[in-house]
């Protein structure tokens, strides 16, 4: 099974192993190999923490969890089950383009294309909604091919700028969804395979 639920304080470990792990694998021949090799899950898992406690601007994290015969082999008599992604959010850093913001959504390789990136994407439209959002914005870099999972959810390309990260000049992406039910709609469970 995979649930979705709000992060715990507990959880940050393994949403900062799964940050590493996405980031290594989506980013690969995108961002420089020694930054990718670079990257810390401790240290993520850190500022994770402090992510999930901290609820000012609207900000939540939530994660999906897989249990029972959907658990990775060898974990699925974890209590609990196990992280195997995440999204994080809140009220929009900067104003402009949206009142909500997606800031991450990262789920596991192997869980891919089974409907996970679409139910933690409700589970922030839901929530910034519930905070009074009337609108969502998210930031995606170019090269990312997750632009067309943007796409097939509905997001308008809104704006593009350069920015300089790991020592490169990128370009990146914003799409909007406006109003936010938008978004609420293309994520309906009913939507779901
Ligand atoms: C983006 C991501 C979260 C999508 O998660 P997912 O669980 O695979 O997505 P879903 O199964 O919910 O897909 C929803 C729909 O988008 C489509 N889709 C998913 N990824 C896609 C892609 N890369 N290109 C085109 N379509 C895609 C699916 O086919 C599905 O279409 P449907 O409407 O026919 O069912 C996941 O691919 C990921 O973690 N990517 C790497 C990390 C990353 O780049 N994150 C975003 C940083 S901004």
Do not use: K
């Not at 401790?42 to 999930?52: E, F, L, P, S």
């Not at 900000?59 to 959907?70: E, L």
């Not at 409700?122 to 009337?134: E, I, K, Q, Y």
């Not at 090269?143 to 593009?160: D, E, I, K, Q, S």
């Amino acid at each position: 099974m995979i649930a979705i639920r709000r992060a715990r304080p507990s959880d940050a470990a393994a949403i900062g192993a799964v940050h590493v792990a996405t980031w290594r694998s989506a980013y690969a021949g995108v961002l420089p190999e020694e930054y990718l090799a670079g990257l810390s899950a401790m240290r993520h898992a850190g500022g994770y923490q402090q992510a999930i406690a901290d609820r000012r601007d609207g900000h939540a994290i939530f994660v999906a969890v897989a249990s029972g015969t959907d658990a990775p082999p060898g974990l699925d008599g974890r209590d609990g089950g196990v992280v195997i992604g995440f999204v994080s959010g809140g009220r929009a850093r900067r104003p402009g383009l949206g009142q909500g913001e997606v800031e991450t959504l990262y789920v596991l390789d192997d869980y891919r294309e089974r409907g996970i990136g679409r139910r933690l994407m409700r589970a922030m439209a839901a929530h910034l909604a519930a905070v009074g959002c009337r609108s969502v914005m998210l930031w995606v870099l170019e090269a990312n091919p997750t632009r067309w999972f943007y796409l097939r959810l509905g997001g308008r390309p809104v704006a593009r700028e350069s920015i300089r990260f790991a020592g490169l000049a990128l370009d990146q992406l914003a799409f909007a969804w406006d109003p936010i039910d938008t978004l609420l709609a293309a994520t309906a469970p009913a939507r779901e395979g």
